[in-house]
């Protein structure tokens, strides 16, 4: 299977508990452009990612895998192309009775593709790439959040996807934490990653992103590169640079 050169969703609407999140979405991830989805606490942004990823189902609309439609199909016939996608969720969710290793080749050796010896190679690259080989038999409750973090990572690389979602990496993270991780993440770019982050960091945002949205109420009411947002004359938009009146976001 080619490598996918976007993943969309359209005209997507999507609720949950009564409560609409997503409204009428349109949203395209190039290859090769680097995004982040910015938006409040609990505007959707994690839901955003779960429904590009096939991992919740949209009421209206669809989400499409370069030319096929991933919406209403049988997880069986894109499970190949998911693959060429990875997550890096919020607070990391790694296996707490696993090793670190164990965690980074956790799919690899349930796929059963590959040998022992292969698989161990690649997990000690993967660590050592993100700069935690020495933790390889610890487990995750004997980690740092910030190493916690990198070993997500990690697991999300061990499959050699082409696009790679990062839901809030930063966030807890002390500042040099936070420049560790984006580096890492500016790394994996240039090796050819496409990244889409979701975060309401902005620091973070703009060190490792090309193109904005944002999202404000269910809907998308922006789109572009950070010079466009500083331009911008949307009020919401502005409050989220410069915070003053915490009207616009109840
Ligand atoms: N399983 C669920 N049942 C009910 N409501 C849910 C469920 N999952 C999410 N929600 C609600 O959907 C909204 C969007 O949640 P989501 O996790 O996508 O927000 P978010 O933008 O990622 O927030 P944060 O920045 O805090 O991570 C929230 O208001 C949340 O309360
Ligand atoms: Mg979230």
């Known amino acids: 299977m080619g490598v996918a050169d976007s993943i969309r969703m359209e005209d997507l609407s999507y609720s949950i508990g009564g409560r609409r999140i997503l409204e009428n979405f349109d949203f395209t991830l190039e290859r090769g452009v680097n995004r982040t989805i910015l938006g409040v606490s609990g505007a959707g942004k994690t839901t955003i990612l779960k429904l590009l990823l096939g991992l919740l189902q949209p009421d209206a609309g669809r989400v499409c895998i370069g030319d096929v439609c991933i919406t209403g199909v049988p997880e069986a016939h894109f499970m190949e192309l998911r693959k060429r996608i990875a997550i890096v969720f919020q607070g990391g969710a790694l296996f707490d009775s696993m ?8 799919r690899l050796f349930e796929e059963g593709r590959l040998s022992q010896v292969e698989i ?11 700069g935690v080989e020495a933790a390889l038999d610890l487990y995750p409750a004997e980690l740092s ?13 061990a499959a050699d996807p082409d696009y790679i979602f990062f839901d809030e990496p930063t966030t ?17 770019q240039a090796e ?7 975060t309401h960091d902005l620091a973070t945002a703009f060190s490792v992103s090309q193109r904005f949205t944002f999202l404000h109420q269910s809907r998308m009411i922006f789109e572009g590169t950070e010079e466009d947002m500083r331009l911008s004359e949307l009020p919401e938009v502005q409050q989220f640079l410069q915070p003053t009146d915490a009207s616009l976001f109840v």
């Open 145 to 157: 959040g910030g190493m916690k973090k990198r070993v997500a990572i990690a697991r999300a690389l």
């Open 192 to 198: 050819g990653k496409t990244t889409l982050m979701v």
């Open 99 to 106: 090793t670190v290793g164990e965690n980074v080749g956790y």
């Open 120 to 130: 161990e190679r690649i997990v000690r690259e993967k660590l050592s790439f993100v």
């Open 172 to 188: 807890g993270l002390d500042p040099i934490g936070v420049y560790n991780i984006c580096n890492l993440i500016q790394r994996l």
